[in-house]
């Protein structure tokens, strides 16, 4: 019953053994394995070169982790290239790596391709969709199952619609978009050297740029796949208004950005106070101010609360910042001699700026105290201004200790009255 099937098989065995023990098969093996010793070989002693090379250019430095895992598969390639033109120049064969070849290039389009992917899932996933296609198209699969992919398709009007035009068609935005946004990010790189444009600037300029390519990069994707771009304006007119009724929040704080960005009352590094939010200004997205508080949490405020609320920029014009701190005295204290050491204590704080000079001034008469009004002045506002004033105080309380001098407290006279002195 399976003497046919015995019989095929042995067939098939005796023509694979037939194939690999061929003198060329054997030869290109050999070629093969002799290819990956020498590039283990020759990747590690060209990757402390590479390295130090690449180290050495500080435009080159953040390749180092895109060649690293690309080192080992390149060498390869290159030997495996030489030896197929060795195998050519002698007339002999190279059905075996040729593909060995085709295999290693994809190797490092893949693997280099994927480096440049953020989203560790989605490289991933372009690698194993990558490595897929390689596979079939290797096997000789690929061709009947595009043919497949394309037979099924519908008619809408006279409009063909294929199973194979949709995947295209995904595939394709997908790329011109990810192509669209990793040019944009360049240009935004390259915008933030420029020490002449101001923060407010690059980061205008910058979403304008990725606006335009990915609008670009839209069109294009829709043209090349034969699709009517003015059957297409017309429906996003109509889907634009319905989700601007609908999304309307969501647009509005896209313009709202749109407005902090060209007004530039306020850019990143500048430290702001938004109600109870106090913090420096890390990002201005289209959405939303990141403000980093100096406890370290990131706050996401909409960006038409910034313009819609009252916003403290303490950074808008000048980083200098001045503190009002107030001081008690006793009435008993010499007056003079204690201006002298709150200005003392003041000019002793590290971050006190000397000019402006400190000043101390006399603010109030109390029931019970002197309130002294000390002013000082700080440049560096995002490394806080109550920990200065704090700073401040502590020095204060050490000079009045060192010179003898008590902070007032609270009092209250009782007047005992007796009655007889009333007349009752």
Request: charged share 15%; hydrophobic share 55%.
């Amino acid at each position: 019953m399976f003497a046919p099937f015995q019989a095929r098989f042995q067939g098939a065995l005796d023509g694979v053994s037939h194939w690999a023990l061929a003198p060329e098969t054997l030869a290109q093996i050999v070629a093969a394995l002799t290819g990956l010793l020498l590039a283990l070989l020759l990747g590690r002693i060209l990757r402390p070169l590479v390295w130090r090379f690449l180290r050495a250019a500080p435009t080159l430095d953040k390749s180092v982790h895109v060649l690293k895992p690309l080192l080992f598969p390149l060498v390869w390639l290159v030997v495996t290239a030489g030896a197929i033109v060795i195998f050519n120049g002698l007339d002999i064969p190279v059905y075996v790596l040729r593909p060995l070849a085709r295999l290693l290039l994809a190797w490092v389009l893949i693997r280099g391709a994927s480096l440049f992917i953020r989203n560790p899932d989605l490289a991933q996933l372009f690698a194993v969709m990558a490595w897929l296609l390689v596979a079939l198209s290797t096997s000789g699969f690929l061709d009947p199952i595009v043919a497949l992919l394309d037979s099924a398709d519908i008619s809408v009007g006279t409009t063909r619609l294929s199973a194979l035009m949709i995947i295209t068609a995904v595939l394709t935005f997908g790329v011109v978009i990810w192509i669209a946004l990793f040019v944009s990010r360049l240009i935004e790189q390259s915008l933030s050297r420029f020490p002449t444009m101001t923060p407010s600037a690059q980061l205008l300029l910058g979403k304008v740029m990725r606006v335009v390519l990915i609008t670009v990069a839209f069109l294009v994707a829709m043209s090349s796949l034969g699709i009517n771009l003015t059957a297409l304006a017309v429906l996003g007119g109509a889907v634009g208004v319905g989700l601007g009724f609908g999304l309307q929040k969501v647009v509005s704080n896209l313009i709202s950005g749109v407005i902090l960005l060209i007004d530039g009352s306020i850019k990143p590094g500048d430290v702001i106070e938004v109600g109870e939010t106090y913090g420096w200004i890390n990002k201005l997205a289209a959405r939303y101010t990141s403000v980093i508080t100096r406890d370290g949490r990131e706050h996401l405020i909409p960006n038409e609360d910034m313009i819609t609320q009252p916003v403290i920029n303490w950074t808008y014009s000048s980083t200098k910042v001045r503190r009002h701190i107030p001081i008690p005295v006793s009435y008993d204290a010499d007056l003079h001699h204690v201006m002298r050491l709150v200005l003392e204590a003041a000019s002793e704080t590290p971050r006190v700026l000397a000019d402006p000079a400190v000043k101390c001034l006399v603010r109030e008469f109390g029931e019970s105290m002197l309130i002294l009004e000390l002013r000082i002045w700080i440049s560096d506002p995002h490394n806080g201004v109550r920990n200065v004033a704090s700073d401040v105080q502590i020095k204060v309380w050490d000079k009045f200790h060192e010179a003898g001098i008590d902070f007032p407290k609270p009092r209250r006279d009782i007047h005992m009255i007796r009655r007889d002195e009333t007349g009752d």
